[in-house]
C-alpha cells in the first residue's frame, strides 16, 4: 500500500478461496434505477459443465471409523449469524481489493489522513477500522498505536486476525463497540477519523457528540457520511422535475439497501456540529467515488469476460454491483453527496 506516501507490502495472507473452474459467462444490461449501463448482470449460460468420468469399483479395505470432523475455521467462525458472512466480505474484497469493503475504503479513507500531521507519537482514534487495513498501514507508516474500532464484532474478529497475522497484534489491535451505547474516553485523541459509521445510526447527534469530545483540544476529527442534498430532501416532495428525478434514484437505492440507510440532510449534521459548539468545514467527495466504482466496473467487465469470478461469490457479487451502480446513480442525481467534515477542536 502507498496511500501515505513510501509503499509498505500487504501482509501476506493465504488465499481465501480455492481456484474456481472456468465459467463461461455473459454480461446483459438491465436498467432498475433508470440508467441501462449501470447494472452488470452475472449470469451463468445454461451450458452444464462436462460430467466426470465414472470411477471404477475400488478394492473391497477394511471399514475404519471415519476422522473426527475438523473444526471450523476461527475467521468463519467469528463472522457466522452476522451481517458480514464471510461470503460478503469476500465478495467485497474481491470487488474493491484486499481489507477493503466498498469504494470509500482503501486511498479515500487513507486521503482524509493524508495532510495531517501524524507522528510516533500521536494518539488516534480510528473509529470505522473495518478489516483493519487503515490501522495497519498507520503503524507499519509512522509507527503509531492507533487505537482501531468498528461496529460489528465479526468484523473486529477478522481484523485482530489479520493484525496478528501481520504481527502488529497491539500496534493495530482492533476491537467492536456498540455505537448506541459507546463513550470514548474524552479529550485523548490528537485525530480523530470516522468514516461512513453514522449512516445506519438512529441516535447521530449523540454519537457525533461522542467522537467529536475525544479529540483533544488543538486535534483534528475527520467525519466522512453520505448525507442528503438540498435536491434530495426536495425530491421527497417532488417539487420539480429535477427533483424528481433525484428522488427516483434515491428511492431506488434504498430499496437496494438492507437495512435502510438512516440518511440525514446536510443541513442537519451543519445544524448538530453547531449544537456541539465547533465550526466544521466540508466537502463534496462524490467525484471521488464515482471515479473508484466507473475504475472497478471496467475491471469487473474484463473479469466477466475472462469468467474468473468464484462460483461462490457470483450471487453476492451480482447482487453487489446492482446496489452500488444505484448508489452511483444517486451520486449522479445530487440526491446524496459523500461528504468530509474537518472539525479542529
Known amino acids: 500500500m502507498s496511500w501515505f506516501g513510501k509503499k509498505q507490502p500487504p501482509p501476506a495472507r493465504a488465499p481465501i478461496h480455492h481456484a474456481p473452474p472456468k465459467l463461461t459467462l455473459s454480461m446483459a444490461d438491465a436498467a432498475p434505477v433508470g440508467v441501462a449501463d449501470n447494472v452488470l448482470l452475472l449470469t451463468e449460460r445454461a451450458d452444464p459443465l462436462p460430467p466426470e468420468p465414472a470411477a471404477s469399483a475400488p478394492p473391497p479395505v477394511a471399514v475404519k471409523a471415519p476422522p473426527p470432523k475438523a473444526a471450523p475455521s476461527p475467521l468463519k467462525a467469528v463472522a457466522a449469524d452476522s451481517y458480514w458472512t464471510q461470503t460478503r466480505i469476500d465478495a467485497a474484497e474481491f470487488l474493491w481489493g484486499e481489507d477493503n469493503l466498498g469504494p470509500g475504503d482503501g486511498a479515500i479513507a487513507a486521503g482524509a489522513l493524508a495532510d495531517l500531521p501524524i507522528t510516533v507519537a500521536s494518539q488516534v482514534l ?134 435502510t440507510p438512516q440518511l440525514w440532510s446536510h443541513a442537519q449534521m451543519m445544524e448538530t456540529f453547531f449544537s456541539l459548539n465547533v465550526d466544521a468545514a466540508s466537502k463534496n467527495i462524490s467525484p471521488a467515488y464515482v471515479e473508484r466504482i466507473n475504475k472497478i466496473w471496467g475491471e469487473l467487465s474484463g473479469k466477466l469476460e475472462a469468467g474468473t469470478i468464484p462460483r461462490p461469490l457470483l450471487p453476492t457479487v451480482a447482487t453487489d454491483s446492482e446496489r452500488w451502480a444505484a448508489f452511483r446513480t444517486a451520486l449522479d442525481e445530487d440526491a446524496i453527496a459523500m461528504t468530509r467534515y474537518t472539525i479542529k477542536i
Not at 138 to 151: D, E, K, V
Not at 166 to 185: C, H, I, M, N, R
Not at 215 to 233: C, D, Q, S
Open 126 to 259: 480510528i473509529a470505522s477500522a473495518g478489516l483493519g487495513g487503515l490501522s495497519r498501514v498507520l503503524a507499519r507508516h509512522y509507527g503509531c498505536w492507533p487505537t482501531s474500532m468498528t461496529p460489528s464484532a465479526a468484523l473486529a474478529g477478522i481484523a485482530q486476525q489479520r493484525s496478528d497475522a501481520a504481527e502488529l497484534s497491539q500496534k493495530a489491535a482492533v476491537t467492536a463497540y456498540d455505537p448506541a451505547t459507546v463513550q470514548f474516553k474524552a479529550n485523548s485523541f490528537d485525530i480523530v477519523a470516522a468514516h461512513e459509521v453514522l449512516t445506519p445510526v438512529a441516535n447521530k447527534a449523540r454519537l457525533m457528540q461522542q467522537i467529536v469530545r475525544a479529540a483533544k483540544r488543538g486535534g483534528t476529527v475527520v467525519i466522512t457520511e453520505m448525507v442528503m442534498t438540498e435536491l434530495g430532501v426536495a425530491s421527497l416532495s417532488g417539487t420539480s422535475r429535477r427533483s424528481a428525478a433525484a428522488g427516483e434514484a434515491l428511492q431506488a437505492w434504498l430499496k437496494l439497501m438492507n437495512p
